[in-house]
């Protein structure tokens, strides 16, 4: 599969990068120079200095035998552009845009295939939106990850020193009424998929998969707080805070949004019904002790600046908030910022990059997450008629080790399986897989002869 990327930013190099790991045909365009040296010397793909709004660019990258574009610059105007050119460059192509401005999503009809023929929108403020609600539905986890509709959930957290959980095999929690099972143990940031006879350790950060009906059950047993706050206090009036305050307004929760531009603030507070809109700095103490932060369930920093959000996200934890989501914008410092006392550490752009996986892999893909530790992903993906994956006990199926089926969705039926599970026609799975073994995966995924 050939796959041209438009723009060699932080997402377009991220998604470049996993792709070449698998072993795809990767062709980079963007028109800065050191971005191209980035790529050249750092990854394993093809690097094309110039536009991705070039119909000569992009003929020389092979746009006319790829079989799909992924648009993922800063500019949602080259994004849209680029996808246009390739519309008439290639017809078959599929075509994969990350698009932030709402005015353009209002346009339903722009994308349809008589103006530029997108296949897929990405949004990523939507889908950090979306992001940060899954986390204020468990407080006490880390990471919470929803699929089939919200029906499984993947929740993540850390296991402390003094925790029951250290120096027991996964077996005794897979057998356990046969009713969720633990997919991934984060060890020193990486993942390992493991085995029935692999132990938890303190310190570990453990993913466990879980009926969304029987969630409050499991979240008991493993000593999670699953119960939902209610006051919340978010940072940051911008387009993502917005966003978010919107998403709460009129919700069980009680949100206030701060923000220092007063305009920003007159017109919010004029829009929004019952979340209290206040004009002033997030990083002023005074303000937030006057504000009851310590009454606070959650402390959404969602600045523009990735040091403001670290430091006010520290000084809200320091006045008694009790949980903090924080964004980060430069993912590199991802494993630095995990370190040092912030409970939650999201990303629009770690949001765009999932997106867009799931649209380039092969087999049907529902959705694609990456795990904390960036080797490795949870998959959704629907079980087609004639894969190599269906009619077979799973302890007959040629799995890649390093991949683990860790729920079957059936109907109205949530399967945590074992080896004599039989996977069917339809069925939905949710697979947890090493980075490494994905191709391997895939092909057992794929219907023969063909891809989607």
């Given at each position: 599969?050939?796959?041209?990327?438009?723009?060699?930013?932080?997402?377009?190099?991220?998604?470049?990068e996993k792709l070449s790991e698998e072993r795809h045909d990767v062709v980079l365009i963007d028109k800065d120079p050191q971005q191209i040296k980035r790529i050249a010397e750092g990854l394993d793909v093809q690097a094309y200095l110039g536009s991705g709004t070039s119909p000569q660019a992009l003929k020389a990258s092979g746009i006319e035998e790829a079989d799909m574009l992924v648009a993922a610059t800063d500019s949602d105007e080259v994004n849209l552009i680029s996808c246009l050119l390739?519309?008439?460059?290639?017809?078959?192509?599929?075509?994969?845009?990350?698009?932030?401005?709402?005015?353009?999503?209002?346009?339903?009809?722009?994308?349809?295939?008589?103006?530029?023929?997108?296949?897929?929108?990405?949004?990523?403020?939507?889908?950090?939106?979306?992001?940060?609600?899954?986390?204020?539905?468990?407080?006490?986890?880390?990471?919470?990850?929803?699929?089939?509709?919200?029906?499984?959930?993947?929740?993540?957290?850390?296991?402390?020193?003094?925790?029951?959980?250290?120096?027991?095999?996964?077996?005794?929690?897979?057998?356990?009424?046969?009713?969720?099972?633990?997919?991934?143990?984060?060890?020193?940031?990486q993942v390992i998929i493991p085995s029935g006879q692999d132990r938890i350790e303190a310190g570990d950060f453990i993913y466990i998969v879980a009926r969304n009906n029987e969630l409050d059950r499991v979240l008991e047993a493993f000593k999670i707080n699953g119960s939902s706050?209610?006051?919340?206090?978010?940072?940051?009036?911008?387009?993502?805070?917005?966003?978010?305050?919107?998403?709460?307004?009129?919700?069980?929760?009680?949100?206030?949004?701060?923000?220092?531009?007063?305009?920003?603030?007159?017109?919010?507070?004029?829009?929004?019904?019952?979340?209290?809109?206040?004009?002033?700095?997030?990083?002023?103490?005074?303000?937030?002790?006057?504000?009851?932060?310590?009454?606070?369930?959650?402390?959404?920093?969602?600045?523009?600046?990735?040091?403001?959000?670290?430091?006010?996200?520290?000084?809200?934890?320091?006045?008694?908030?009790?949980?903090?989501?924080?964004?980060?914008?430069?993912?590199?410092?991802?494993?630095?910022?995990?370190?040092?006392?912030?409970?939650?550490?999201?990303?629009?752009?770690?949001?765009?990059?999932?997106?867009?996986?799931?649209?380039?892999?092969?087999?049907?893909?529902?959705?694609?997450?990456?795990?904390?530790?960036?080797?490795?992903?949870?998959?959704?993906?629907?079980?087609?008629?004639?894969?190599?994956?269906?009619?077979?006990?799973?302890?007959?199926?040629?799995?890649?080790?390093?991949?683990?089926?860790?729920?079957?969705?059936?109907?109205?039926?949530?399967?945590?399986?074992?080896?004599?599970?039989?996977?069917?026609?339809?069925?939905?799975?949710?697979?947890?897989?090493?980075?490494?073994?994905?191709?391997?995966?895939?092909?057992?995924?794929?219907?023969?002869?063909?891809?989607?």
């Amino acid at each position: 599969m050939k796959t041209i990327i438009i723009g060699a930013g932080e997402v377009g190099y991220h998604i470049a990068e996993k792709l070449s790991e698998e072993r795809h045909d990767v062709v980079l365009i963007d028109k800065d120079p050191q971005q191209i040296k980035r790529i050249a010397e750092g990854l394993d793909v093809q690097a094309y200095l110039g536009s991705g709004t070039s119909p000569q660019a992009l003929k020389a990258s092979g746009i006319e035998e790829a079989d799909m574009l992924v648009a993922a610059t800063d500019s949602d105007e080259v994004n849209l552009i680029s996808c246009l050119l390739v519309k008439n460059l290639n017809r078959y192509i599929v075509k994969v845009a990350r698009i932030r401005n709402q005015e353009y999503l209002q346009e339903k009809d722009l994308f349809s295939e008589q103006l530029l023929g997108i296949d897929h929108i990405i949004n990523p403020q939507n889908e950090l939106v979306k992001t940060i609600r899954n986390l204020m539905e468990v407080p006490g986890a880390s990471d919470v990850i929803e699929f089939v509709g919200g029906r499984v959930r993947l929740i993540g957290f850390n296991v402390p020193v003094d925790s029951l959980l250290a120096g027991r095999k996964l077996l005794s929690y897979s057998r356990k009424g046969n009713k969720l099972l633990i997919g991934a143990i984060v060890r020193q940031n990486q993942v390992i998929i493991p085995s029935g006879q692999d132990r938890i350790e303190a310190g570990d950060f453990i993913y466990i998969v879980a009926r969304n009906n029987e969630l409050d059950r499991v979240l008991e047993a493993f000593k999670i707080n699953g119960s939902s706050g209610k006051r919340v206090m978010i940072v940051g009036a911008g387009e993502t805070g917005t966003a978010l305050a919107r998403a709460l307004d009129g919700t069980k929760f009680s949100t206030k949004i701060f923000d220092i531009d007063s305009e920003r603030c007159s017109s919010l507070a004029e829009e929004l019904k019952r979340v209290i809109v206040i004009n002033g700095d997030g990083a002023d103490r005074d303000l937030l002790q006057e504000e009851n932060i310590s009454d606070v369930d959650f402390m959404v920093t969602l600045t523009g600046e990735e040091q403001s959000n670290v430091l006010i996200s520290l000084l809200g934890k320091s006045l008694g908030a009790k949980k903090i989501i924080t964004r980060l914008i430069k993912l590199r410092d991802l494993p630095l910022i995990s370190t040092i006392g912030i409970d939650t550490v999201v990303s629009s752009r770690l949001s765009a990059i999932s997106a867009i996986l799931q649209h380039i892999r092969r087999g049907k893909i529902i959705s694609v997450v990456p795990l904390k530790g960036g080797n490795a992903e949870a998959i959704e993906a629907v079980a087609l008629e004639t894969s190599d994956i269906v009619n077979v006990p799973l302890s007959k199926v040629k799995f890649p080790r390093g991949a683990l089926v860790g729920a079957v969705v059936r109907g109205e039926d949530i399967i945590i399986p074992r080896g004599d599970t039989v996977i069917k026609s339809n069925d939905r799975l949710i697979i947890f897989a090493l980075q490494q073994v994905i191709p391997k995966l895939e092909k057992l995924l794929t219907v023969k002869l063909e891809y989607f």
